[in-house]
């Protein structure tokens, strides 16, 4: 985020903490703005998934080794 807008962004921050019709106001003016809306086709998800942050990054996660739970079958 660009340096001059830190001290914006936390006042917005502040403001939709504290709620009220200020922060509804706020969310309003917002949203429009910044919502993507719902990903419609294939080739919008793979837009929004390549945008990700995590681009580039390997990403691990081990195989769950836990036993699972037993079930009774009657």
Known sequence: MPAGDVALVKSIADALRAGGEGATR??????????G?????????V???RSSPFV?????????????????FE
């Open 47 to 49: 837009a929004f998934l």
């Open 37 to 45: 809306g719902l990903a419609t086709t294939g080739a919008e998800l």
């Open 26 to 35: 706020i969310r309003d003016s917002v949203r429009p703005l910044v919502a």
């Open 56 to 72: 580039g990054i390997d990403l691990e996660f081990p195989p769950d080794t836990s036993s699972g739970r037993s079930a009774e």
